[in-house]
Structure formats: structure tokens, C-alpha cells
């Protein structure tokens, strides 16, 4: 089993940074292509971005492309999402995942996930 815990949310004002992470607590987690997605009151979950295990490669979402960067510290089981020129479109819950599959974007294809942190932007 794995644990996942995101941590770095909080209420910011548009044009701020924020920087993500999600911490885990299997050291199978070095191994794994590792996601965030995010969830808007009333909306479906949307994917944000993945990483591969060796940070070799990465995916974004169009909506955030340009905007956000991912990164993993596999020594500190450890992936983060930069997040910055924020809009108040993207305030959602957070949600990082974890799975075997190279490049996935859907949720059907992460097996672990956290309980997500919230992010605000203000106008």
C-alpha cells in the first residue's frame, strides 16, 4: 500500500505562486509515474500533470501549460507542482496520484491517491 499526502495549498491572489507537494510513504513511490489533478466545487476531476519515475518525462494540461512545473526528489519520496501566474480558475482541491502507467492522465489509471489541499485564488 501506498500513502499519498499533499501539503503547500492555501488562498493566494491572482498573478501569485504556489508550490505543491506530495509526500509518500512507500519507497516503491521512486518507481512510479506520479500525477496531480484537480477538482472544482461541482466540476469533474481534471488532469493537471504527470512525471515519470525518473523525471524523464512530463505532461501538462493545456490550461496549464506554460504556467505550472512538475518535479519529483526521489530521495525524499517527494513530487511537487510549481503553480504560478495564478487565475481564479484554477482554485480546486489538488489531488496528487501515483501509478505504474508512463504518461497517464486519466484517474482510472492511478492506483493510490491523497486526500488533496486546497487551493484559493483570490481577485
Known amino acids: 500500500q501506498m500513502q499519498l499526502e499533499e501539503s503547500g495549498g492555501g488562498l493566494v491572489q491572482v498573478g501569485d505562486s504556489l508550490r505543491l507537494s506530495c509526500t509518500a510513504s512507500?519507497?516503491?513511490?521512486?518507481?512510479?509515474?506520479v500525477g496531480w489533478f484537480r477538482q472544482a466545487p461541482g466540476k469533474k476531476r481534471e488532469f493537471v500533470a504527470t512525471?515519470?519515475?525518473?523525471?524523464?518525462?512530463?505532461y501538462f494540461s493545456d490550461i496549464v501549460k506554460g504556467r505550472f512545473a512538475i518535479s519529483r526528489d526521489n530521495a525524499k519520496n517527494t513530487v511537487y507542482l510549481q503553480m504560478n501566474s495564478l487565475k481564479p480558475e484554477d482554485t480546486a482541491v489538488y489531488f496528487c496520484?501515483?501509478?505504474?502507467?508512463?504518461?497517464?492522465?486519466?484517474?482510472?489509471?492511478?492506483?493510490?491517491w491523497g486526500q488533496g489541499t486546497q487551493v484559493t485564488v483570490s481577485s
Open positions: 512507500a519507497r516503491t513511490f521512486s518507481n512510479s509515474a
Open positions: 512525471i515519470s519515475w525518473n523525471s524523464g518525462i512530463t
Open positions: 496520484a501515483a501509478s505504474g502507467l508512463l504518461g497517464a492522465t486519466t484517474t482510472r489509471e492511478y492506483n493510490y
